[in-house]
Nanobody, 118 residues
Framework: QVQLVESGGGLVQPGGSLRLSCAAS????????MGWYRQAPGKQRELVAA???????NYADSVKGRFTISRDNAKNTVYLQMDSLKPEDTAVYYC????????????WGQGTQVTVSS
C-alpha cells in the first residue's frame, strides 16, 4: 500500500519557522512532481509550492520569498521550509506526489496542522 507520511507541523509564533517533511513509500513507483497544498477553515485547498523531478519550483505569490520547497530523490521525500510565518499561513498542509510504475497517479498525505499565533 502506497503511503505518504507527513511530519513537522505545529504551533509557532508569527515570524517563526517550521519545516515540513513528506516521505513516500518505496512502492510508489517513479516520482515526478511533488508539491505542498494547504487548506484553511472555510477556504478551498490551494497550491503552496511545487517542484518537478528536474528541480524546477513554483510558488504561490503569498509565500514567495518566505517558503522554500526541496526534495531528496534518494529518500523519496519532499520538504517545505517555512520562514517568516504569518497568522494567515495557518492551515492544514498536505503533500501531493505524482508517481507510478507506468500510469501516473496523484497521492496525498494525511495533512499536518500548522498554526501561527502569538
Amino acid at each position: 500500500q502506497v503511503q505518504l507520511v507527513e511530519s513537522g507541523g505545529g504551533l509557532v509564533q508569527p515570524g517563526g519557522s517550521l519545516r515540513l517533511s513528506c516521505a513516500a513509500s518505496r512502492n510508489i513507483g517513479n516520482i515526478y512532481d511533488m508539491g505542498w497544498y494547504r487548506q484553511a477553515p472555510g477556504k478551498q485547498r490551494e497550491l503552496v509550492a511545487a517542484i518537478t523531478s528536474g528541480g524546477i519550483t513554483n510558488y504561490a505569490d503569498s509565500v514567495k520569498g518566505r517558503f522554500t520547497i526541496s526534495r531528496d530523490n534518494a529518500k523519496n521525500t519532499v520538504y517545505l521550509q517555512m520562514d517568516s510565518l504569518k497568522p494567515e499561513d495557518t492551515a492544514v498542509y498536505y503533500c501531493k506526489v505524482r508517481a507510478g510504475w507506468g500510469t501516473l497517479n496523484d497521492y496525498w498525505g494525511q495533512g499536518t496542522q500548522v498554526t501561527v499565533s502569538s
